[in-house]
């Protein structure tokens, strides 16, 4: 049995889930195929949901999509081993719908988001693993050969949404292994507790959210950050760091996390909470240099497996919604122009991603990962420096403050040399800029 | 050769923890599965198609999400899946729900006659096993329950041969179909459907029945109304806070085996009564 | 090897272990004891699919989230056979 | 779905009975024999069901069928009287003499409506099962099944039957409301067993079951005990000897299944074991193998990882035999020994050898 689509989707994560939407609504025949026993079931996310990729495809989302809070506080956390030093940022702007960052749990959002792309008129297909492309002679996609017997699938052009592991483009050939310096390894936890237990431990009402961004001796000087999101009645609780900075120490990603979750200023926000989920996912954190070739010859790449990640501003799923998007749109053009589905025509896709933010702000910070991979003073030194300094300012003790800002500064210059310091601040800044 | 296979979505209860200091249950993110036992019945309906062709129906009682459930047993190879859904079955126990279930049995039979019915041995959220031996006394059906293979079938003289577990063997049974069959778990494994079997569980309706499709005649004996019985109280047990008593004795391992057994034995005076039982048979 | 019980954190999660069928397999066992000197799929692996005893390294893919870092470090020998589970099998995530 | 309500719990309401149904009086147990031989439970159940005659100020009756030829059935009547019965209903029949659903249910449903009694308790056994939902159907009353705890309501007479939902993560109490008799199928070994009190005697009412062979469908053409089978039968067995990577090589795993041979015991195997191949995957005990439940668990080498754990934590009496002090089967074993299984295991099978020799040969000697 051969059944032909006009367009197949591998994946069911927010590139797979914006792209066939799109394409269904559009009224093309799509085929969505997902490994998971439903959608959501391979996905892991902190997860932070920022609305307006969404918004674009499904505007009243608010209405109907599993959301936990939205989020009022942001807090960035710097730690040494036994304190942090931080800024917290929380305004009541936050409460004025439309809200803009939510949080929410993958399990349920993606499940959600499915159906909404069943309805939209795409057959879904779930627990079925797609192993290969199928090409003609001349190397074109042709189709997916899945794990199930029983025949094959075509389709004019298939949009690979298949994840970070970018499994099937790898085998094809189109692109390399991913490298270890490319991808950070996360793990999570989800905790669960009372609501209101959530709500008084930090501060905040029904339905709002705080999220903690956390940098400093967490991850052992490895480069990376940990996390901590409030969901309805659980904590999501992770901590990445670079796969290959992973690979050069002998600290497993599970107790990683455990030392962190022991911390003193973290701990008391989990406690007596249930840990029901221990979850790892990679991120393609390899910025704009690691893009891969992302069209081809009766295929296009959307999402995690094009490594569209902005790092920096922690942004993933929001990149994956919108070239999902952007590829669906894009065969939707070519197909109402009755244009093949070619290389050449499929470069437009790359030619409109270079246009949007998704390009132009991943070029913008497209030295960063480099620049904290070669200095991880960023994430050892400084936590440790920057705490110190508000303890010894802090601390009433006798001394007048004068000295106190003296003794910060030689602290400073003892540890990494004046020179350094100041070239450190260049590096950042520039990455920044 | 037409078999029905009764399944049921139940809660994946291994998820279910009980939190260790509130002593509550916990129940977030716990999935909705089809009760694993009923697979085996499934996978042994799939089996007879297989061999004799014919068609597998599967039918749940449920609320609509049960849909999911249904669905699932489609990839695997079903022909049809029946949702059996109405406000009146709500608050039913083994009794209402074997009355329900029969009845849309005999709705199925009208269309297309039964040769088998199927249930798994019991559900992992009620762990009642009494559905099965219920709908296939409603039908008037012989019940083979916990079957652990079909040894031989004859579509023809319309007899079936069964082993089925019983205490301390197994017995094997020969019946005259239609009849009803509760298949013990490992008797087979399940299949990995196949593509088209995939496809076509996406695209295939559910059928979904009310009381009234399922011919149901009586209302008082569904749901709450037809339940003979009632939950009370539920609680959550006592965790077992109790630690291993160590034997730690002089000398070697001989000594230590020694002191075990007579701690094992002192606590287990087993032998005694399977003496005082066997002793009757003589 | 740790103090931290990786296990009691995958027990929490929910997986379809599609049995006798493992997805990722040591391709040459002997290029992991004599060539490979880090072994880094031994620390890496969130979840302690990889052990050590002595300088043999033995992979039980039960408790595989499917990140793929194993795959990925595996660098220098290339030594793993990776594919995803089944279609419906491997870990089932219930938040994610 | 994921996020229903629990099982709907009812304010417990007065039940009221029909005048009709007031009279039914007595409790009653099935006692239940396969190949003649009485199942322990039945015996158990005499013990809990004098306890609620007690509370109810009736009598105990206990239920024996059996065919004609079948010798044995009077014994087992008085054992049931010894075991607490103050009667015992015998029903003979031509198609009672092996055990099957149709004239068993027949014949225990002209009892029940004969007799009417207010409870009929069984053995929550493959057996009991069978027979209990096609009893309560035919006669459209509630049977609450696989009940490990058993009241009476002081109120309103009524049978509390409680038992384990959702895997044993909650417990429930379940009551009748205005059906009789109220039935019940309790799990075996989890009510203790009654002192026997030896001659202790009881009336027995006789029943004839008028069915001829003819009007049967099902026919027994084989009973295979397991013990004539080679295939494990792990979920069934009495005593399990699991082995696990403590053991330290593939061919210690032998001194497993010396202990087990001598114990008449089925093997069992921890993951990692199996995973490395020195047992079948069909013995492997926990989260992706089997559920056991043994009156005695020793194991040996295993350090009870949860995964393991949660296959036999409901064994009746667990025996961890470990070097590691530290092991977590120590946490919820009822014996543990630390030291190494390769010593302790031979001594063990020696010691049991020895104690099982000496019971035969006490038993000769009586005999």
Known sequence: MTETFDVIVVGAGPAGNAAAYTLAQAGMSVLQIERGESAGAKNVQGAILYSDALERLIPDFRDEAPLERHIIEQRMWVLDDESYIGTHFRSDEFNKPPHNRYTIIRAKFDKWFAKKVREAGALVINETTVTELLRDGDGKVIGVRTDRAGGDLHAAVVILADGVNSTLARKAGFRPEIEPRHVALAVKETHFLPRETIESRFNIQKGEGVVIEMLGKITQGMMGTGFLYTNKDSISIGVGCMLSDFMAQQTTPYELLERMKAHPSIRPLIQGGEMKEYAAHLIPEGGYNAIPQVYGDGWLIAGDSGMFVNAVHREGSNLAMTTGRMAAELVIDLHKAGRPMTAANLAEYRRRLDDSFVMKDLKKYKDLPDIFHANNQFLTTYPELLNRSAYTLLKVDGVDKLSKEREIFASFRDKRSLFGLLGDAFKLWRAFR | MHSVVCIKQVPDSTHIRVHPVTNTIMRQGVPAIVNPYDLFALEEALRLKDRFGGRVTVVTMGPTQAETALRKTLSFGADEAILITDKAFAGADTLATSYALASAIRRIDQAFPVDLVFTGKQTIDGDTAQVGPGIATRLSMQLLTYVSRIAEIDPDRREIVVERRAEGGVQVLRTRMPCLVTMLEDSNRMRFGSLPDVLRAARQTVQVWNRTDAGVEDVTKIGLKGSPTIVSRVFTPKPRAQKAEMIAVEGGPAEQAAALLERIAARLPDRARDAQSAEVSR | ?96 | MSDDAPAPVRKKRKVVLDERLKAYRGVWVYIEHERGRVHPVSLELLGEGRKLADALGVELAGVVLAGRADDGATQRCRLAFEYGADLCYLMRGDVLADYRNQPYTRGLTELVEAYRPEILLLGATTLGRDLAGSVATTLETGLTADCTELAIDPEDRGLLATRPTFGGSLLCTIVTLNYRPQMATVRPRVMPMPARAPGREGRIVEHDLQMREADVVTKVLDFIADDARDKPQLPFADIIVAGGRGLGKPENFQLVRDLAAVLGAEVGASRPVVQAGWAEPDRQVGQSGKTVRPKLYIAAGISGAIQHRVGMADADCIVAINSDPNAPIFDFAHFGIVGDATAILPALTEAFRARLRGAARAAEETA
């Open chain 3, 1 to 96: 090897m740790s103090a931290v019980k990786v296990e009691e954190k995958l027990f929490q999660n929910r997986y379809l272990v599609d049995a006798e069928r493992p997805h990722i397999r040591i391709r040459t066992p002997s290029v992991c004891e004599k060539q490979c000197e880090t072994q880094p799929c031994v620390v890496c692996c969130p979840a302690a699919c990889y052990s050590r005893e002595g300088r043999k390294v033995s992979l039980i893919t039960d408790g595989c989230l499917e990140c793929g870092a194993c795959r990925i470090v595996c660098d220098v020998h290339r030594n793993l056979d990776w594919e995803y589970p089944r279609g419906g099998y491997g870990i089932q995530y219930k938040f994610g």
